[in-house]
Nanobody, 127 residues
Framework: QVQLVESGGGLVQAGDSLRLSCAASGRTFSTYTMGWFRQAPGKEREFVAVISWSGGTTDYADSVKGRFTISRDNAKNTVYLQMNSLKPEDTAVYYC????????????????????WGQGTQVTVSS
């Protein structure tokens, strides 16, 4: 069982940066593939980024590639999402998610691949 709690959201201006954190409980965190998703008002939840259990492999949605960086600290049971050059279209509730399946054995961009979710943190980017 893994419980996830996101933090770090807020209101920023276009071009600013934010770092989201996702703190996980459970001793098996270090073996989980972790993902970030987001959901804007009136839109479906979408994939943002994913990181393998070791942190050695990552992938990103095209819309955030080059601006966002996902990382993890298994000693702290925490995964991060560094968001730079934020745009108004990045406004959404951001969720972290966890799956015990390995990076290459799961369709990590799909919501159904993850069994554990946090409650979300709001990110608002003003123009």
């Amino acid at each position: 069982q893994v419980q996830l709690v996101e933090s770090g959201g807020g209101l920023v201006q276009a071009g600013d940066s934010l770092r989201l954190s996702c703190a996980a409980s459970g001793r098996t965190f270090s073996t989980y593939t972790m993902g970030w998703f987001r959901q804007a008002p009136g839109k479906e939840r979408e994939f943002v980024a994913v990181i393998s259990w070791s942190g050695g492999t990552t992938d990103y949605a095209d819309s955030v590639k080059g601006r966002f960086t996902i990382s993890r600290d298994n000693a702290k049971n925490t995964v991060y999402l560094q968001m730079n050059s934020l745009k108004p279209e990045d406004t959404a509730v951001y969720y972290c998610a966890a799956t015990p399946r390995t990076y290459y054995s799961t369709n990590y961009s799909q919501i159904r691949s993850y069994g554990y979710w946090g409650q979300g943190t709001q990110v608002t980017v003003s123009s």
